[in-house]
């Protein structure tokens, strides 16, 4: 029998100890990552608490958008692509890290093509990225509703986007009555979308 051993098993006993503290401070603060993104803050609580404050909370023009994907309630810090008929780079960004943020895609709400399908929703899931919003149209919208991620777009289109590289990244672009600010939040749910330039909180009452 072969036994696999831990790195910390290489180590002297007050290396190991830190080693091990490490490890478990890493853990913990993974674990409060995680309950953060999965927690559920509903747009019309944000609204109510922070109705006070216009300047801060934004709502992104009703009726819209359209659901898809398992998760219904997501937000998180805005990362953003800008591009036409062309979905090299959001597949690019989907493929690296999210942190739990939300990708913002303005397509310039074209109707002639989808800018995402299933695979790039999946790389998206597997990224750590919490959500998708598109001004524009995705497809496989069948196998993306069984993907753990949250999604937003104007509708469904068959035809697949063009892949020439072409685009810009961490921009700011403006639809719905919004602008989406990289690094600013956004939240989204059944009842619609709002954005803030800072974290909001729910006020505990």
Known sequence: MVRLLSPAYFLNSTTQSTYTR???????????????????IATADLCDDHMS??????????????????????HGPIETVKCFESNPLVRETLSSPGGGRVLVVDGGGSKRCA???????????????????????????????????GVKALGTHPLKSLKAYRGEKGVQVNFGGVEFVPGHYIYSDEDG????????????E
Do not use: C
Request: glycine share 10%; aromatic share 6%.
């Open 115 to 149: 800018i995402m399908g299933d695979m790039l929703a999946r790389f998206g899931a597997e990224n750590g990225w919490n959500g998708v919003v598109i001004n524009g149209y995705i497809r496989d919208s069948k196998i993306i509703n069984g993907i753990d991620i």
């Open 53 to 74: 404050s216009p300047e801060r909370l934004k709502v992104v023009e009703p009726g819209l958008f359209r659901m898809y994907g398992k998760k219904k309630n997501f």
């Open 22 to 40: 490490r490890l478990h401070s890493s853990a913990r603060l993974l674990s409060s990552i995680t309950k953060i993104n999965m927690q559920q």
């Open 193 to 204: 979308i709002i954005v803030s330039e800072t974290r909001l909180e729910l006020n505990e």
